[in-house]
């Protein structure tokens, strides 16, 4: 009698604590549905977003964070919510832009409207020297190519259009692999008076060679006069590069 007893006891603790254990589980499972849940919404509000931003901003625009700044408890019990829209709330800074989210549970007639903050970046064209590259030299788009750069990464300067690199002069010499940079380049490269120049003397089927001092300020692409070393005689030309003139005969 007293072992029957015992027994029950017995049994009655093990079928508590399975009870227990079947209790734990099913909120486990419940809390990684609802984690599920939650994750994919959030999933989907990024998709819609960096659509919204292609379409306003960039099509090389990226979402570099989400943040939820109003409505946290709506991302609570999502069983049945869709999202109906998303919609551009005004800017919160550089890069930075809030969305209204619209959530619908069409059964029941419900709605959740939550409040997201995007940051984001754009992938903007830069400029690299192909090759080591001297002052004077007239960029021909041999001299450059161009790669995709987030905007917030950029030097200072960085110039983000081909057309402002092709045909400028470089005011120094830069080596390859180097970012173009606006204050590299100048339209017109200036030249003073006294300094040496090679003279290059063209005619038909003939070219020479000989050395000279520049005898007037000049820029590159501009009229120079040069006194030749070995004849002493003044010369005009065109001055090609920071210390080359070209005459024709």
Do not use: W
């Not at 109906?84 to 619209?102: E, H, I, L, S």
């Amino acid at each position: 009698m007293k072992g029957d007893r015992q027994l029950a006891i017995g049994d009655r603790k093990k079928i508590i604590f399975y009870l227990l254990v079947l209790s734990a589980y099913c909120l486990l499972l419940t809390g990684i549905s609802e984690s599920a849940e939650k994750e994919n919404l959030m999933s989907d509000i990024n998709r819609m977003i960096l659509r919204e931003l292609k379409n306003s901003v960039s099509e090389d625009v990226e979402i570099t964070g989400l943040r939820v700044l109003e409505g946290m408890d709506a991302l609570e019990n999502l069983e049945g919510y869709k999202i109906n829209a998303v919609a551009m709330n005004g800017y919160a800074g550089r890069n930075k832009v809030n969305f209204m989210v619209d959530l619908r549970d069409k059964k029941r007639m419900s709605r959740k409207n939550i409040i997201v903050e995007a940051s984001y970046d754009v992938l903007v064209d830069v400029f690299i020297s192909s090759r080591p590259l001297t002052k004077g030299t007239v960029l021909t788009a041999d001299d450059f190519y161009a790669v995709k750069q987030k905007s917030s990464k950029l030097p200072v300067g960085a110039v983000l259009g081909r057309n402002d690199v092709e045909k400028k002069i470089l005011k120094n010499n830069i080596g390859q692999g180097v970012i173009i940079r606006a204050d590299y380049l100048t339209n017109q490269l200036s030249i003073k008076r006294g300094q040496r120049v090679d003279v290059v003397v063209e005619g038909d089927n003939v070219a020479i060679s000989t050395h000279g001092i520049l005898k007037n300020d000049t820029v590159v692409g501009g009229t120079a006069k040069v006194l030749c070393d070995v004849s002493k005689k003044e010369v005009i030309g065109v001055l090609i590069s920071p210390n080359t003139v070209r005459v024709k005969i």
